[in-house]
């Protein structure tokens, strides 16, 4: 028989070990804003946004390269995106850049501020090793997304340090890609992937 004292004891040394607890975390969320009569307290539990970030040249999708890229611009992208995320119940941060350095910000913010990252990194998915230890150390979903297939490209293209850290990897169908990272984000956050 455990008393209660010594079940608390235990109960915060396993949180000392394990301070972050992502699957029961994102339920209890999703409980909350569902009205879900499970939800351990009446207090509206907010669901963090799932970010969206893009890397270098991103910016310019749809102005050259449509044979590769397709036609469809970030903008509307980001519009796309937004909504099927609405669909789902969830809000977005969509962002691009060029530097990496701001990549790695974006990412490091989405520890405290997301509840996971979809990212097409462009061309540092192929380069960056700081990319990789900031989705390391995210401790949340990660898909990664890229409009071509880079496997089907030219050999540097074949490497991605996302991957290595990546939760799943959706290439090759264009913008379509995106929506499908949000699909799967969505199951994988409610915990029923
Ligand atoms: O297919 C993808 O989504 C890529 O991430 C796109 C990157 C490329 O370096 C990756 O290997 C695969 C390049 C993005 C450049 O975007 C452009 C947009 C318009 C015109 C030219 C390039």
Not at 138 to 159: G, M
Not at 168 to 180: E, H, N
Request: proline share 6%; aromatic share 6%; charged share 25%.
């Amino acid at each position: 028989m455990v008393s209660r004292q010594s079940q608390k004891s235990t109960n915060s040394a396993r949180s000392r070990l394990f301070p972050y607890r992502p699957p029961n975390d994102y339920k209890e969320r999703n409980r909350a804003r569902s009205g879900d009569p499970l939800a351990k307290s009446g207090k509206q539990i907010k669901t963090l946004p799932i970010y969206v970030l893009n890397g270098p040249t991103l910016n310019l999708l749809g102005t050259r390269e449509p044979e590769i890229y397709g036609r469809t611009t970030l903008p509307e992208i980001r519009n796309l995106v937004a909504e099927r995320a609405d669909h789902h119940g969830f809000k977005i941060v969509f962002r691009q850049s060029n530097h990496e350095g701001d990549l790695i910000d974006w990412i490091q913010e989405a520890r405290v501020k997301g509840c996971g990252v979809i990212l097409n990194g462009a061309a540092y998915t192929h380069t960056s090793i700081a990319i990789y230890d900031a989705l390391k150390a995210l401790a949340k979903p990660i898909i990664e997304v890229h409009l071509s297939n880079p496997h089907a490209r030219e050999p540097f293209r074949h490497r991605s340090f996302v991957s290595k850290a990546a939760t799943g990897v959706i290439v090759g169908l264009g913008a379509q890609g995106y929506l499908s990272a949000v699909d799967a984000m969505a199951a994988l956050v409610k915990g029923k992937p």
